[in-house]
């Protein structure tokens, strides 16, 4: 089944498909965001680094200028409003 169909049918206005891949201490993150309805893509992006939260909020500021959720100056960083402890 595809994510487009899986989004589809839970009501969702969009979907957000991603792969992450290694190579040594570098981490690249994908993602596009896809209309259920259409299956046309809204957005592409990608981000490669070592600081995998740093990547993330980058990936989710250029997913939200994408498709136009500007003006997001009272997001946190990933990593103020995470741990690394596994307790």
Same mark, same amino acid.
């Given at each position: %089944? =595809? #994510? $487009?169909?899986?989004?589809?049918?839970?009501?969702?206005? @969009?979907? /957000?498909?991603?792969?992450? &891949?290694?190579?040594?201490?570098?981490?690249?993150?994908?993602?596009?965001?896809?209309?259920?309805?259409?299956?046309? %893509? =809204? #957005? $592409?992006?990608?981000?490669?680094g070592?600081?995998?939260? @740093?990547? /993330?909020?980058?990936?989710? &500021?250029?997913?939200?200028?994408?498709?136009?959720?500007?003006?997001?100056?009272?997001?946190?960083?990933?990593a103020? %409003?995470?741990?690394?402890?596994?307790?």
């Amino acid at each position: %089944v =595809q #994510v $487009a169909q899986l989004a589809k049918r839970a009501g969702a206005g @969009a979907a /957000v498909v991603g792969t992450i &891949a290694t190579t040594g201490q570098t981490v690249r993150l994908d993602a596009r965001v896809e209309d259920p309805a259409s299956g046309r %893509v =809204q #957005v $592409a992006t990608s981000v490669s680094g070592t600081d995998l939260f @740093a990547l /993330v909020d980058q990936l989710a &500021a250029h997913i939200r200028d994408g498709v136009g959720l500007r003006g997001s100056g009272d997001m946190r960083p990933l990593a103020d %409003v995470s741990t690394g402890s596994l307790e």
